[in-house]
């Protein structure tokens, strides 16, 4: 095995590898499909809300499904989910891609494609992160979730560039591209990772929602808060890239490579920034919290700016800003949630924050299409409000001070959970 067992203090490149392969998919489940959706939109006779239905068929069902599959992942193990999702990833990508080729009328049979894709991507990234959790530990751990978030933005980056170049096979040809990544990412996660072994009993589904409840009784305010910034940075993004995929083909035939370079520019940004946050917060949570602040103030304030502006050059620019601000928002959150909340609560607040993400993704690009039929300038503004709500809340209401201990008696504490099972154990005997 090409790892130590459970809780390794050393990166090891075949596990990382095939890690890292699965974020990377999941991200080109929809950044890969946005530079082409005005030529799928052409060739298919649908509108431009059908083709914005793409993206969100994809990210509403991952979104519903996430706290599913991390419930499944901590009872029955991460590999059980990840390996079926991947394959579910690739089979979704068949049927759109068969459908596209042989069907005289083929969207309705894409769709259901996408829903399987989707319901396939619930099993993938989060599952992934919590296994590089399970099998790293100390330094080694923090490496590891660095280089597999480096994968997710170095997907970000390529995937326009990518989805044009598949394209020009022909333009369903990206739907079998999904299948050609999933399967050797299967077959390495089955091969190169050795998951550890389970110490503690699974918790049972009364259990599991529980301990839902315990934690947002406790923690609700600066958890909700949180999650709407995440969900608010990924739904304008992508949000703007459709919007920006469509003026660039209808306004100045800007398609083909050129157009995915461009795309990419605001991706890139992010990406950059992302790592680079990642690597200077560390544990330094009222810098995490500015950060926040600071970012969603930087994807709002272009945008409210481009309401007025209508120079392409400059619009570019702008939303360069807004890479920028999402790239410091993003990781901040991503270490804030996982570790202001103990191991065995980390699973249910995790596996949330990633259903709010995907449900961001999903509904950018149909308000976006709805806000463009109504006013540019409603758009832009309307977003960048979004964006300064989330800044005003998370000024407020993120904490970033440790939670005070709780009683031997509060629901939820570790001695309370443990005379409960206890007891629970004395019943079942009886």
Same mark, same amino acid.
């Given at each position: 095995?090409?790892?130590?067992?459970?809780?390794?203090s050393?990166v090891?490149?075949?596990p990382?590898?095939?890690l890292?392969? $699965?974020?990377?998919?999941?991200?080109?489940g929809?950044?890969?499909?946005i530079?082409?959706?005005?030529?799928m939109?052409?060739?298919?006779? %649908?509108?431009?809300f059908?083709?914005s239905?793409?993206?969100?068929?994809f990210?509403?069902p991952?979104g519903?499904? =996430?706290?599913?599959?991390?419930?499944?992942?901590?009872r029955?193990?991460?590999?059980i989910?990840?390996?079926?999702?991947?394959?579910?990833?690739?089979?979704?990508?068949?049927?759109?891609?068969?459908?596209?080729m042989f069907?005289?009328?083929?969207f309705l049979m894409?769709?259901?494609g996408?829903?399987?894709?989707g319901?396939?991507?619930a099993?993938?990234a989060? %599952?992934?992160?919590?296994?590089?959790?399970?099998i790293?530990?100390?330094g080694?751990?923090s490496?590891?979730?660095?280089l597999?978030?480096?994968s997710?933005g170095?997907?970000?980056?390529?995937?326009?560039v990518?989805g044009v170049?598949?394209?020009?096979?022909i333009?369903?040809?990206?739907?079998?591209?999904?299948?050609?990544l999933c $399967?050797?990412?299967?077959?390495?996660?089955?091969f190169?990772i050795?998951?550890?072994?389970?110490?503690?009993e699974?918790?049972?589904?009364?259990?599991?929602l529980?301990?839902l409840r315990?934690?947002?009784r406790?923690?609700?305010k600066?958890?909700?808060?949180?999650?709407?910034?995440?969900?608010?940075?990924?739904? %304008?993004l992508?949000?703007?890239?459709?919007y920006?995929s469509?003026?660039?083909?209808?306004?100045?035939?800007?398609?083909?490579?050129?157009?995915?370079?461009?795309l990419?520019?605001?991706?890139?940004?992010?990406?950059?920034?992302?790592y680079i946050t990642?690597?200077k917060?560390?544990?330094?949570?009222k810098?995490?919290?500015?950060l =926040? %602040?600071?970012?969603m103030?930087l994807?709002g304030?272009p945008?409210?700016?481009a309401?007025f =502006?209508?120079?392409?050059?400059l619009?570019?620019?702008?939303?360069?800003?807004?890479?920028?601000?999402?790239?410091?928002v993003?990781?901040?959150l991503?270490?804030?949630i996982?570790?202001?909340?103990?191991?065995?609560?980390?699973?249910?607040?995790t596996?949330?924050?990633?259903?709010?993400?995907?449900?961001?993704?999903?509904?950018g690009p149909?308000?976006?299409t709805w806000?463009m039929?109504?006013?540019r300038m409603l758009m832009?503004?309307?977003?960048?409000?979004?964006a300064a709500?989330?800044?005003v809340?998370s000024?407020?209401l993120?904490?970033v001070?440790?939670p005070?201990?709780?009683?031997p008696?509060?629901p939820g504490?570790?001695?309370?959970?443990f005379?409960?099972? =206890?007891?629970?154990?004395?019943?079942?005997?009886?």
């Amino acid at each position: 095995m090409a790892h130590k067992a459970s809780g390794s203090s050393n990166v090891s490149l075949l596990p990382l590898i095939a890690l890292g392969s $699965v974020p990377l998919i999941m991200v080109l489940g929809n950044s890969m499909l946005i530079p082409i959706l005005p030529t799928m939109q052409n060739q298919l006779h %649908i509108s431009k809300f059908q083709a914005s239905l793409m993206i969100t068929l994809f990210s509403v069902p991952a979104g519903i499904i =996430i706290p599913l599959a991390g419930f499944l992942s901590d009872r029955y193990g991460r590999k059980i989910v990840i390996i079926p999702a991947l394959l579910l990833y690739a089979i979704g990508g068949l049927v759109a891609g068969f459908a596209a080729m042989f069907l005289s009328k083929p969207f309705l049979m894409i769709m259901i494609g996408r829903v399987l894709q989707g319901l396939g991507a619930a099993g993938t990234a989060p %599952i992934a992160m919590a296994l590089a959790g399970d099998i790293f530990q100390g330094g080694a751990r923090s490496k590891a979730l660095g280089l597999i978030e480096a994968s997710n933005g170095l997907g970000k980056v390529l995937s326009p560039v990518l989805g044009v170049l598949i394209a020009m096979i022909i333009w369903y040809a990206a739907f079998f591209a999904f299948p050609a990544l999933c $399967v050797p990412a299967a077959l390495a996660i089955w091969f190169f990772i050795k998951e550890p072994k389970q110490t503690k009993e699974p918790q049972k589904v009364k259990e599991y929602l529980h301990s839902l409840r315990t934690i947002f009784r406790r923690e609700w305010k600066w958890l909700l808060t949180s999650y709407l910034a995440g969900a608010s940075a990924l739904f %304008i993004l992508f949000g703007v890239l459709f919007y920006l995929s469509q003026i660039l083909e209808d306004r100045y035939q800007i398609d083909g490579l050129l157009k995915g370079g461009i795309l990419a520019i605001p991706l890139l940004a992010m990406s950059t920034v992302s790592y680079i946050t990642g690597i200077k917060i560390k544990k330094q949570k009222k810098l995490m919290k500015t950060l =926040i %602040i600071i970012g969603m103030l930087l994807i709002g304030t272009p945008l409210a700016l481009a309401s007025f =502006i209508k120079n392409t050059y400059l619009l570019l620019f702008l939303l360069f800003v807004t890479g920028i601000g999402t790239g410091l928002v993003l990781p901040c959150l991503n270490m804030l949630i996982t570790s202001a909340v103990s191991r065995e609560e980390r699973g249910i607040v995790t596996s949330l924050y990633g259903s709010v993400r995907f449900l961001g993704v999903a509904v950018g690009p149909p308000v976006f299409t709805w806000l463009m039929e109504l006013s540019r300038m409603l758009m832009f503004l309307s977003v960048a409000s979004l964006a300064a709500l989330s800044a005003v809340l998370s000024m407020f209401l993120i904490r970033v001070s440790s939670p005070p201990p709780l009683s031997p008696l509060t629901p939820g504490s570790p001695y309370f959970e443990f005379m409960r099972r =206890i007891a629970a154990k004395k019943k079942s005997r009886a």
